[in-house]
């Protein structure tokens, strides 16, 4: 059976090539929902979940009682994931990752079946056996290949896109990991407090390791994240 995410990404890539060949030009309207929803093939809940996405991302505005409005269509030619934007400090990537993995681990726990815990868990085993190995390089890789494997198992369609940045972000901090491989065995043991809280449905404590976990590692990193005042820091 194919998820509804999944239909909602395949629409909105559509969407998002028909504004880019011209399809819909800005300042035009998108066609009504029945008509549109007829010539996608979908139905129409699906497709106001895309123009949901498509307004997070800037594309259409929806005005009441009026339709969909076209804002720039140009900006849809751009291939997701190109990034213009200043090049992040180690900084900025752990500001991110404490913004959105704990939310996302703890979704994930809510949702995650017995096939996704074996996944994470053979990513978990890559990890250990790296570390066996005394292999960093190999550590690196498996620990964000964990990341990725959570972040994958997120099913709603915006934070599909978002994350996706954050497992760009995630990588630019490769570097700073490969300088200190002794930490692999911290990282292994703290990654796998958060699956232990998402195999026992434990939304809030597998929130709760995350936040750990990154605090750590940017103490690790030798950098004091600027947390606000209400979030728990453990």
Same mark, same amino acid.
């Not at 597998?206 to 979030?231: T, V, Y």
């Given at each position: 059976?194919?998820?509804?995410?999944?239909?909602?990404?395949?629409?909105?890539?559509?969407?998002?090539?028909?504004?880019?060949?011209?399809?819909?030009?800005?300042?035009?309207?998108?066609?009504?929902?029945?008509?549109?929803?007829?010539?996608?093939?979908?139905?129409?809940?699906?497709?106001?979940?895309?123009?949901?996405?498509?307004?997070?991302?800037?594309?259409?505005?929806?005005?009441?009682?009026?339709?969909?409005?076209?804002?720039?269509?140009?900006?849809?030619?751009?291939?997701?994931?190109?990034?213009?934007?200043?090049?992040?400090?180690?900084?900025?990537?752990?500001?991110?990752?404490?913004?959105?993995?704990?939310?996302?681990?703890?979704?994930?726990?809510?949702?995650?079946?017995?096939?996704?815990?074996?996944?994470?868990?053979?990513?978990?085993?890559?990890?250990?056996?790296?570390?066996?190995?005394?292999?960093?390089?190999?550590?690196?890789?498996?620990?964000?290949?964990?990341?990725?494997?959570? &972040?994958?198992?997120?099913?709603?369609?915006? &934070?599909?896109?978002?994350?996706?940045?954050?497992?760009?972000?995630?990588?630019?901090?490769?570097?700073?990991?490969?300088?200190?491989?002794?930490?692999?065995?911290?990282?292994?043991?703290?990654?796998?407090?958060?699956?232990?809280?998402?195999?026992?449905?434990?939304?809030?404590?597998?929130?709760?390791?995350?936040?750990?976990?990154?605090?750590?590692?940017?103490?690790?990193?030798?950098?004091?994240?600027?947390?606000?005042?209400?979030?728990?820091?453990?």
């Amino acid at each position: 059976m194919i998820s509804s995410s999944t239909v909602v990404n395949s629409v909105v890539e559509k969407l998002r090539k028909a504004l880019a060949r011209g399809q819909w030009r800005t300042g035009d309207m998108l066609p009504g929902q029945r008509e549109l929803a007829e010539q996608l093939g979908i139905s129409r809940p699906s497709l106001r979940e895309a123009v949901t996405v498509l307004e997070t991302l800037g594309l259409v505005r929806s005005l009441p009682g009026k339709g969909v409005l076209v804002l720039d269509a140009d900006m849809a030619a751009q291939e997701p994931g190109i990034d213009n934007a200043a090049p992040a400090s180690l900084a900025d990537v752990l500001e991110l990752r404490y913004t959105l993995e704990p939310f996302i681990v703890g979704l994930v726990a809510q949702s995650a079946n017995s096939q996704d815990i074996g996944q994470l868990r053979l990513t978990l085993m890559d990890m250990r056996e790296a570390l066996d190995a005394d292999d960093s390089e190999a550590g690196i890789k498996a620990y964000i290949a964990f990341h990725e494997a959570l &972040f994958a198992l997120t099913t709603n369609p915006i &934070f599909q896109r978002v994350v996706q940045q954050t497992g760009n972000a995630l990588k630019q901090s490769a570097s700073m990991l490969r300088n200190s491989p002794e930490h692999l065995a911290a990282r292994l043991k703290e990654n796998e407090a958060v699956v232990r809280a998402i195999r026992d449905r434990n939304s809030a404590q597998a929130s709760a390791q995350m936040r750990q976990h990154i605090l750590a590692e940017g103490l690790r990193m030798g950098i004091e994240l600027n947390i606000p005042d209400d979030h728990p820091r453990q």
